[in-house]
């Protein structure tokens, strides 16, 4: 196969394993262009893609910018902050002005969980999905299982835990339909109000206890507590939650020393859901997540243009 079976990325939910499969083939062949003196391809020089994003980011954003001008693609940025939406111009006439300069391809972040899907029925070209409130991060659950596939291989089989504020999680949604698509067994585990109800709907078993969580996992990946996204108190104090669920060196060494392979999507809270010697040390893969991005988000846009030259 070397064609996405979609022609936006609007989540993992509906994109097949195929599709993952090719999108990682594709990424292998842009991490090893990213890591030569020379790290441009030309494969994207007749395209032009917006960055919208109306909410925070430092790593998506520079990821996405970064992955289109390592394509040679033309790049303009917005954010909402400094627009006319400001001025209560609709998102899909702020989409079609957008559009209406030749832009290509619309890669957005935006609060309201399904707008992309609403924007894809309204505009006409492909949009990927940055980031859409508490529902998908699409982009960060392949370039998650991409880091994973490198250091563990085929994941079938591997134990992935969650852990922390699931309920707020773009993150958490979009890796257990990555990572179940891609045969791993994923489980969660964080304070009972963080964790939806449906949760086991989706074939996820939850773990109360952390010790007894990360016995049983391979892989742990952190989230953030998203104090952001939080209208009430979910837990009694941040020095609380960090004792029942921050991971730490010394609660490591505890479960006699179990390789553990630790992930984060950032930005991290040290000292919160987890210290910096864990975010700093040997089992973390923190900083390999953010450089795989950019391979990943390149073969994502090279696919949804269309692309299926050999990259050279
Ligand atoms: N992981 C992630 O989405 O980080 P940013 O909010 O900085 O983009």
Same mark, same amino acid.
């Given at each position: 196969?070397?064609?996405?079976?979609?022609?936006?990325?609007?989540?993992?939910?509906?994109?097949?394993?195929?599709?993952?499969?090719?999108?990682?083939?594709?990424?292998?062949?842009?991490?090893? #262009?990213? +890591?030569?003196?020379?790290?441009?391809?030309?494969?994207?020089? !007749?395209?032009?893609?917006?960055?919208?994003?109306?909410?925070?980011?430092?790593?998506?954003?520079?990821?996405?910018?970064?992955?289109?001008?390592?394509? =040679?693609?033309?790049?303009?940025?917005?954010?909402?902050?400094?627009?006319?939406?400001?001025?209560? %111009?609709?998102?899909?006439?702020?989409?079609?002005?957008?559009?209406?300069?030749?832009?290509?391809? #619309?890669?957005?972040?935006?609060?309201?969980?399904?707008?992309?899907?609403?924007?894809?029925?309204?505009?006409?070209?492909?949009?990927?999905?940055?980031? !859409?409130?508490?529902?998908?991060?699409?982009?960060?659950?392949?370039? !998650?299982?991409?880091?994973?596939? %490198?250091? $563990?291989?085929?994941?079938?089989?591997?134990?992935?835990?969650?852990?922390? !504020?699931?309920?707020?999680?773009?993150?958490?949604?979009?890796?257990?339909?990555?990572?179940?698509?891609?045969?791993?067994?994923?489980?969660?585990?964080?304070?009972?109000?963080?964790?939806? @109800?449906?949760?086991?709907? $989706?074939? #996820?078993?939850?773990?109360?206890?952390?010790?007894?969580?990360?016995?049983?996992?391979?892989?742990?990946?952190?989230?953030?507590?998203? $104090? %952001?996204?939080?209208?009430?108190?979910?837990?009694?104090?941040?020095?609380?939650?960090?004792?029942?669920?921050?991971? =730490? +060196?010394?609660?490591?060494?505890?479960?006699? @020393? @179990?390789?553990?392979?630790?992930?984060?999507?950032?930005?991290?809270?040290?000292?919160?859901?987890?210290?910096?010697?864990?975010?700093?040390?040997?089992?973390?893969?923190?900083?390999?997540?953010? %450089?795989?991005?950019?391979?990943?988000?390149?073969?994502?846009?090279?696919?949804?243009?269309?692309?299926?030259?050999?990259?050279?």
């Amino acid at each position: 196969m070397s064609k996405l079976s979609t022609k936006h990325l609007l989540g993992i939910k509906n994109i097949t394993r195929d599709d993952i499969d090719l999108i990682f083939k594709t990424a292998d062949n842009f991490k090893e #262009v990213i +890591n030569r003196p020379i790290k441009k391809v030309p494969s994207l020089r !007749d395209i032009t893609i917006a960055n919208i994003f109306f909410e925070n980011s430092t790593r998506t954003k520079l990821s996405f910018e970064l992955a289109e001008k390592r394509l =040679s693609a033309d790049v303009i940025n917005f954010s909402a902050g400094s627009s006319s939406v400001k001025k209560g %111009e609709t998102l899909i006439d702020t989409v079609n002005n957008i559009l209406a300069m030749k832009v290509d391809m #619309v890669v957005m972040r935006h609060p309201n969980p399904g707008a992309h899907v609403f924007l894809s029925k309204h505009v006409k070209c492909a949009i990927v999905n940055a980031g !859409d409130g508490a529902h998908e991060h699409p982009t960060q659950a392949l370039l !998650d299982a991409f880091s994973l596939r %490198e250091r $563990l291989g085929d994941l079938t089989g591997k134990k992935i835990l969650i852990v922390g !504020d699931i309920l707020h999680s773009r993150v958490a949604l979009s890796n257990i339909f990555c990572l179940q698509k891609l045969g791993a067994e994923v489980r969660v585990c964080g304070p009972a109000t963080l964790i939806p @109800k449906h949760i086991e709907s $989706l074939g #996820v078993k939850v773990m109360p206890n952390f010790k007894e969580a990360l016995v049983w996992c391979d892989v742990a990946n952190m989230l953030r507590i998203q $104090l %952001e996204r939080q209208d009430i108190q979910y837990f009694p104090t941040l020095r609380e939650y960090s004792m029942q669920y921050g991971l =730490s +060196n010394d609660l490591l060494e505890s479960i006699d @020393k @179990k390789e553990i392979i630790i992930m984060h999507p950032g930005p991290i809270n040290r000292g919160v859901e987890i210290t910096s010697d864990i975010a700093d040390g040997q089992h973390s893969i923190i900083l390999n997540q953010v %450089e795989n991005g950019v391979a990943v988000r390149m073969a994502v846009l090279y696919l949804l243009a269309g692309q299926t030259n050999t990259i050279s």
